[in-house]
């Protein structure tokens, strides 16, 4: 299963920016989608999650100004961010968890988008 993620890019200090993320492959279910961030010098770190039901987490330091959702029948999930700061400078991944047909099976999987980078800066 493949991730394609796109949407990053220069944006000033309070301005907005919607990342994507489409899942592609032999996919059966998405259980998972996610999107996590890694800074110069410091860990990846859960930005935001949201299950096939709707159900979503937050990291703390983008509550109220980032939200989550996905197109189930796309594949797809969605990261809009406002209110953006210089700490929010990072390499954006996706990250999906679910089931892919291989073969004559089922079989989990678990995969990361190749990033993007959002830079928040004036």
């Known amino acids: 299963v493949q991730l394609q993620a796109c949407g990053g890019g220069l944006v000033q200090p309070g301005g907005s920016l919607r990342l994507s993320c489409a899942a592609s492959g032999s996919i059966f279910s998405i259980n998972a989608m996610g999107w996590y961030r890694q800074a110069p010098g410091k860990q990846r770190e859960l930005v935001a999650a949201i299950t096939s039901g709707g159900s979503t987490n937050y990291a703390d330091s983008v509550k109220g100004r980032f939200t989550i959702s996905r197109d189930n029948a796309k594949n797809t999930v969605y990261l809009q961010m406002n209110s953006l700061k210089p700490e929010d400078t990072a390499v954006y991944y996706c990250?999906?968890?679910?089931?892919?047909?291989?073969?004559?099976?089922?079989?989990?999987?678990?995969?990361w988008g190749q990033g993007t980078l959002v830079t928040v800066s004036s």
């Open positions: 990250n999906a968890e679910g089931g892919k047909l291989e073969g004559p099976g089922l079989h989990p999987f678990g995969s």
